[in-house]
């Protein structure tokens, strides 16, 4: 019989296959063989020989299961059969590990290729425009623009490929830079109204000549007589011809709003009283004009009036370095009386020959390019925004981007408050629909969908952000290299509340021009609206100021918590009233400056001694009797001894008696006996002058321009 022994992994398998050879087969299942210790099941091919098979040798063992017994058995009987199984090897014991495991080695990914961010570069950028155009107006390579739009979810494989203007903006906002939109001009170009902006000092008669010319009374209602908006209407003169006109204010507080009205205009107008000539305001509209290169054309106003002097504003003017028609330049001057209506048909034939020769046209297809002149908050319609379309047709259900803001356009309104569905060229229009209020002075640009205004203005918020903290970083710097210089001040927190933006910054910008060596207006916060209780809550956290400027008197409930916050809040409707308060506020909390003043002047008639009897007592004293010439003697000043005008001693006062008697002062005509510390060069006939240090108070100063200003 041959057949082997079973390998003791075979065993821990558990299914083993055994092979005999024998002269007939069976089946017959064991329950025990191999002495009782192998347990299994013999299978043969024909299962009726199964009763046959009475022996291992008579049957073929295909397979069975090995036991516990089996394998006991097996390491007891290692040499059945004169074969010796293998011995077991022996297990090796694993070290055991101390050692940390070791961590896969940091990859940095892959940096972004970017230019470094240039805030004072600005590129223009265009519809339409290549990937590659855009590179070389950035500086930026393809593959750094390319990662900038995958990031955005857009995708261009080619340096030519062309990308839209929001995207070419958000990606030059990427970069750091800053950007200005280039319009093609494609489209229906059409004439255009001709936009005009009235400039001039405060109380020159600008208001009064526009009411004039739309036969209105708008002056009546302003403030103090002076304008503080921006007024944005149409005028249909008597020809027939229209004309846009912008009313801006005259104050001196109000330099940006003439600033916008001078770059979104295409003729300026003047005006200057007859009487006053030119003043400050005046000197400054016409820098705005010429800055912007827009021409002037000059109203000289309250011709009516006895003082007028029309011949001495044109040479005023002309030493101002304006070339009027009369001395060869090309500055119209037209003498009106905006009262009488005096000359109003020349000014109007003035404005429109000057028109005619700008040849004014504008682009009336495609989406509209437009610019903000002023925003305010309303109570139940929320943000507005007045603006001029410059070209294009804006249309109502538009998603724009104003500034940093956006919406969707739901409605628009003409000056005269109708609701339009479309504004073109020329044409002031209100906006409504934003979700946040945008500055004045902020273009109003079309995209495609929502998504994409979303896009555009978080984009916009975030640059707005960088270039705050950076004015931020700066002034800290800033004021880091001149602390040493500059003396410690006084910190006054300001909250500002207006009715509209431009107001909001007139007022900011006015505060701010009162700061001084010893006071440092801080505006904390600004808003547009009423006061409400978290402006009081933010007052009482930082102890400020509220400023409300031409806004409605707060409620009772805001202002009881006002008084309960020990809060203070000033209410103005005339920009030069706020300013004087203010400036008086500011006065009051400076800590002053300390100065050394004499306070009075006295002669030395006579000298006695004072002789010490003995160590204890001290040395001899020279007393000088003194009578006071002028002013008076204080026993805490500091007395200056002279002689012949050059001071011979100086020195604090150790002892001041009148009448024998000790005396804090001694007023002028009065004897007394003065002695000086450490002093006994008295002769008579010397001057003795009395020292003291006294805080001179900072002045507020108003200038008649309106101009206000703090004098340390």
């Given amino acids: 019989m041959a057949w082997r022994m079973l390998r003791r992994k075979e065993f ?51 397979n069975f299961h090995a036991g516990v017994y089996m394998l006991a058995w097996n390491r007891k009987r290692e040499d059945v059969a004169g074969l010796k199984a293998p011995k077991r090897e022996k297990r ?19 940096p972004k290729i970017a230019i470094k961010s240039s805030p004072d570069k600005t590129v223009d950028i265009f519809d339409g425009m290549t990937l590659l155009d855009l590179s070389k107006r950035t500086g930026a390579s393809i593959g750094a623009l390319q990662d900038i739009l995958a990031d955005l979810g857009e995708k261009v494989e080619s340096e030519f490929d062309a990308i839209s203007v929001d995207l ?59 304008t503080q908006h921006i007024g944005a209407f149409v005028v249909e003169m008597p020809s027939g011809a229209a004309i846009t006109f912008l009313d801006t204010p005259g104050h001196a507080a109000f330099s940006a709003m003439r600033a ?31 800055s912007a290169n827009v021409p002037i054309v000059v109203a000289v106003n309250k011709c009516d009036k006895s003082g007028a002097d029309p ?3 044109r040479i005023q003017l002309g030493s101002e370095g304006l070339l009027l028609e009369d001395m060869g330049g090309d500055v119209q001057v037209v003498e009106i009386s905006a009262v009488t209506k005096f000359g109003l048909d020349k000014l109007e ?47 109502s259900g538009q998603h724009i981007v104003v500034g940093a803001e956006w919406g969707r356009i739901r409605s628009l309104r003409d000056t005269a408050g109708k609701i339009t569905d479309f504004a073109k060229p020329a044409m002031p229009i209100e906006i409504e629909g934003l979700r946040g209020l945008p500055m004045a002075g902020d273009d109003v640009v079309v995209v495609d969908s929502e998504e994409r205004a979303r896009m555009l203005s978080q984009g916009r918020k975030k640059k707005q952000e960088k270039d705050r903290l950076r004015k931020i970083d700066e002034d800290m710097t800033e004021e880091a290299e001149t602390a040493e210089e500059t003396p410690e001040r006084v910190e006054m927190p300001i909250i500002v509340k207006a009715d509209v933006q431009g107001s909001v910054q007139a007022v900011t910008d006015a505060l701010r021009s009162l ?25 009482q956290a930082c102890r400020a100021y509220i400023v409300g400027f ?18 203070k809040i000033l209410l103005h409707k005339v920009i030069y009233h706020l300013l004087e308060e203010m400036g008086r506020e500011i006065v009051e909390k400076a800590p002053g400056t300390a100065e050394t003043q004499i306070s009075g002047e006295a002669e030395v008639l006579n000298i006695f001694e004072l002789k010490g009897r003995s160590k204890s007592k001290g040395p001899d004293i020279k007393i000088a009797g003194c009578r006071i010439t002028d002013g008076h003697f204080s026993r805490s000043g500091t007395m200056r001894l002279l002689r012949s005008g050059d001071v011979v001693f100086e020195g604090p006062c150790a002892s001041l008696k009148r009448e024998k008697q000790d005396a804090e002062t001694v007023d002028k005509g009065n004897d007394c006996g003065l002695v000086i510390q450490d002093c006994d060069d008295f002769q008579v006939g010397d001057v003795v002058q009395c020292l003291e240090q006294v805080i001179r108070k900072p002045k507020f100063i108003s200038s008649q321009s309106g101009a206000v200003r703090i004098e340390c």
């Fill in 12 to 62: 821990h398998t558990g299914l083993v296959n055994l092979a005999f050879r024998t002269d007939h087969g069976g089946a017959k299942h064991v329950s025990s063989g191999a002495s009782g210790k192998l347990a299994g099941f013999f299978l043969s091919d024909t299962p009726k020989d199964a009763a046959n098979c009475t022996s291992y040798k008579h049957c073929t063992i295909r």
């Fill in 92 to 110: 090796v014991k694993r070290e055991n590990r101390t050692q940390p495991p070791v961590e896969a080695p940091y990859v940095a990914p892959k």
């Fill in 168 to 226: 070419a903006e958000l990606v030059a906002m990427e970069l750091g830079v800053n950007i200005r939109r280039m319009h093609t001009g494609e489209g229906k170009i059409e004439p255009r109204p001709a936009v005009v902006t009235v400039m001039g000092h405060v109380d020159h008669g600008k208001t009064s000549l526009l009411d004039s010319l739309r036969q209105t009374s708008v002056a009546a209602k302003e403030a103090g007589g002076i």
């Fill in 260 to 290: 916008r009205g001078a770059a979104v205009t295409d003729i300026v107008v003047l005006v200057v009283a007859a009487d006053d000539g030119v003043m400050p305001q005046t000197l400054e509209a016409m820098s705005h004009a010429k």
């Fill in 311 to 313: 011949e001495r504003v």
């Fill in 349 to 395: 034939e003035a404005l429109l020959l000057q028109a005619e020769m700008m040849d004014l046209k504008a682009r009336i297809d495609g989406p509209a390019q437009a610019f903000v002149v002023e925003a305010r908050v309303d109570r139940g319609r929320g943000p507005l925004a007045t603006a001029i379309v410059k070209a294009g047709t804006l249309v």
């Fill in 515 to 539: 700061n001084s060596p010893q006071v440092f207006v801080n505006i904390v916060h600004v808003g547009v609206g009423p006061i409400s209780q978290h402006d009081i809550d933010m007052a």
């Fill in 550 to 567: 031409n806004i409605r008197t707060p409620p009772s409930a805001i202002t009881l918590a006002a008084t309960q916050a020990n809060t």
